[in-house]
Structure formats: structure tokens, C-alpha cells
């Protein structure tokens, strides 16, 4: 049983494996087996999970609080680090409250059932992360799949649709080509049709709009037309270096959640270091801009080379950057190129994307030696 298939997959160059750690190396790098390489497949975009401060929160509050939880928010799995945190995230998002989830992948499995039913319709981008895909199929709600970022057709879509409940959800930044929704063309969709507004910023936050996150890069406020809501739900796993998610939007919603988000009520809270962490990593956010200037210098000397060397990278507008390499079997090839020389970067496949790829994620960690190398190689290569 799953011989045949594994095989298969094995056969098409689509078998999945997994690559560990062997310790925590310098920021910007990776220890696999024994070998030092530079580290361009992190969404550790600010170097968070390396920094001093976040570690010793995360330890002084293992010290007060033990490690795990021991049951779920709603029993006595919650410490005040729990609540200081989703204050912390509505002030810092300018929502009325926030909640914390275990995940991002919990959070839009949780939350699209909760906010969606039968009789509600969802219109979904035709990109959107894995989670969300699940969340719409969790939910019993009508799925209408617009083409990606394409708001003519979102338009054309929604205005056929006569059900009273109509959400709209996007990532803000899609993960696997690193371009960015259009949300003001989309929020604009959202009032006129009264519809709500579901983003995905889990790799927007502490990346777009200083930090902030998608809404401040659009200079759209949340919560301000009480009938098109906007939904925010961000991770603090990517640049906060954490790990964990936050839905933040009106007090109605997140009441509404936390009497129904499955993944809320059933699931063991997040340990209180993990929350002290996640504490650390948005005060440092905030205090220290040039953190996010740095990474925006680091993506734009990556791109610049990239694409001085004719690369193709799927608009990417971020420091998400793809590099279209052909077939499955030349992606691979190029991966393993690219290890030798001592970089990792892993070849993204079918079923994950249509097209194969080289995915580059630069980080402020990076130095720009680390950049010129991985230019430098890919020159080489092409
Ligand atoms: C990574 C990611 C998630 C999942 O977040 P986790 O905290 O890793 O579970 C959800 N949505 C998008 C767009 C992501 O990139």
C-alpha cells in the first residue's frame, strides 16, 4: 500500500523529502549534514528567530510559566501573555481586538467555516495559499475562483452573485511568486457590493507598508466601513520570526470566533514562551524600521542581479523571488547546482505550483556578500 505511489512520485522527480537543521548556525544560514550553506529558503524575513531578545523572552517566560499549556484557551490553556499579545496585535494592526491561533494553516481552517455557510458565497483567488483552499472546502459555503489578481473578473463575478453574505478572500503577498493582491481595487469591490474583506498578510506582515503589514502599504484603515469588514489574518511564523497566527478585525468577529473557530476551541493553546517570543518580535518591529529598510535593500540587490542576468521571476514585487527554470527535471538540476556552491534554495514542483521554480526568499539577514555569491553562481549557471 502507497508503494506504487511513492514510486511514481519518485519516478517524476516529485518526491518529497524531508532536510533538517543541524543546529542553529548564524542568521542568513543553514547547517545540512555537517555543511554550511547561505539560506535563501527562510520566511524569516527579519532575522527575528535569531534574535537575542526574542530568545530570552521566550526562555524567562518558559522560567514563570512551565512549558506546555495544558489544555485550550477556553479551559485554562491562556496566561496573561496570551492577552497581552492580541492587545499588542490590535493596537499594532488598529483593529478593535485580535485573537491568536496555533497556526496560520489552523487559523484560515478555523476561520473560513466560522465566517462562511451554506448560503454564503466565497470568491477566492485562484493562488491562494493551501489553507486557504481548505478552509473555503471546510466551510458549506458557494466557491467562485476568480483568476489571480484579475478584478475585472472578481467584478464580473460578484456582481452575479444575490446571496446576502459575500466574503472575499486573498493572500496580500502570494507566497509562491511573490507579487502583491491589488487591495485597493479589491476593497473598493468589497464596499460597493458590501461584501467582506478576508487577507491573508502572512507574508505581508513585517514585510509591507514599513512593517505594518498590507493595509498600511495601500493605506487602507481597517474597521473603516462597519458594513464591508475587513478581516486580517497574519502569522508571527514568517517575519516575526515566531511561530503562530492572529486574525485582528472588530470585536463582533472575534467574539464570533471564539465561540466557533473550530481550531480555537478544540486545540491546545500555544505555550506561554512561544507567546513571549511573539511579544518580543513585534516590539522590536516596531522600534527598529531599519530592519524592514534593510531587507527591501537586500530584495532589491537580489532582483536587480537576477534580473540583469535575463532570469524570468513571475512580477515578483517582494522579497519572494522565483526564478522560472523550464521543466521539473531542470528545476531540480539547478537546485542541486546551487548546493553545491553552497546555497540553498529548493526547487518548488507540481502539485504546489503549475510551473517549476527556483524560490529565492532574501532576508535582512543576509549580508551583501551573500547576494553577490548567489548572483555571481546563477551567472554561471546561465
Ligand atoms: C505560511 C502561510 C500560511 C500558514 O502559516 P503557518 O503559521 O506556517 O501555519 C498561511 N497562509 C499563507 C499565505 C502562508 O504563506
Known amino acids: 500500500m502507497f508503494f506504487e505511489e511513492l514510486e511514481w512520485l519518485e519516478q517524476n522527480s516529485l518526491l518529497r523529502v524531508i532536510k533538517d537543521r543541524g543546529a542553529a548556525v548564524r542568521p542568513g544560514k543553514i547547517l545540512l549534514n555537517g555543511i554550511e550553506y547561505i539560506n535563501f529558503s527562510s520566511n524569516d524575513y527579519l532575522g527575528l528567530a535569531f534574535n537575542a531578545s526574542v530568545i530570552e523572552s521566550a526562555k524567562s517566560a518558559m522560567d514563570r510559566y512551565g512549558f506546555g499549556a495544558g489544555a485550550s484557551r477556553l479551559l485554562c490553556g491562556g496566561t496573561e501573555l496570551h492577552n497581552e499579545l492580541e492587545n499588542a496585535v490590535a493596537d499594532f494592526k488598529g483593529t478593535e481586538e485580535a485573537l491568536v491561533f496555533n497556526s496560520g494553516y489552523t487559523a484560515n481552517i478555523s476561520i473560513i467555516p466560522a465566517i462562511a455557510d451554506e448560503g454564503d458565497v466565497i470568491f477566492s483567488d485562484e493562488l491562494n495559499h493551501a489553507s486557504i483552499i481548505d478552509g473555503c472546502r471546510l466551510s458549506r459555503a458557494k466557491k467562485v475562483i476568480y483568476r489571480h489578481k484579475d478584478v475585472n473578473h472578481l467584478l464580473e463575478l460578484i456582481k452575479k452573485e444575490k446571496a446576502k453574505k459575500k466574503i472575499v478572500i486573498t493572500d496580500t503577498v502570494f507566497s509562491m511568486d511573490g507579487d502583491i493582491a491589488p487591495l485597493k481595487e479589491i476593497y473598493n469591490i468589497c464596499c ?108 532589491q540587490r537580489l532582483i536587480s542581479g537576477i534580473n540583469s542576468l535575463g532570469f524570468e521571476t513571475f512580477n515578483s514585487e517582494t522579497p519572494i523571488i522565483s526564478v522560472k527554470t523550464g521543466d521539473i527535471k531542470t528545476a531540480i538540476k539547478i537546485a542541486d547546482m546551487l548546493e553545491q556552491h553552497r546555497i540553498y534554495a529548493p526547487a518548488i514542483r507540481p502539485p504546489t505550483v503549475k510551473i517549476p521554480r527556483i524560490r529565492f526568499t532574501v532576508t535582512a539577514a543576509h549580508t551583501e556578500d551573500d547576494i553577490d555569491t548567489l548572483i555571481d553562481i546563477l551567472s554561471k549557471i546561465a
Not at 517575519?239 to 491546545?268: E, M, P
Request: proline share 4%; glycine share 10%.
Open 192 to 299: 460597493e457590493y458590501n461584501a467582506i474583506l478576508y487577507i491573508d498578510d502572512a507574508h505581508g506582515t513585517g514585510v509591507l507598508g514599513s512593517g505594518k503589514g498590507s493595509l498600511a502599504h495601500f493605506g487602507i484603515k481597517p474597521d473603516s466601513r462597519p458594513d464591508s469588514q475587513i478581516i486580517q489574518m497574519g502569522t508571527f511564523s514568517k517575519a516575526l520570526g515566531s511561530y503562530g497566527a492572529f486574525i485582528a478585525a472588530t470585536k463582533d468577529v472575534i467574539d464570533w470566533l471564539i465561540n466557533t473557530g473550530r481550531g480555537f476551541i478544540y486545540s491546545t493553546a500555544l505555550p506561554a514562551c512561544i507567546i513571549a517570543a511573539s511579544i518580543e518580535a513585534l516590539k522590536i518591529l516596531q522600534k527598529r524600521p531599519e530592519i524592514v529598510e534593510r531587507l527591501w535593500q537586500n530584495r
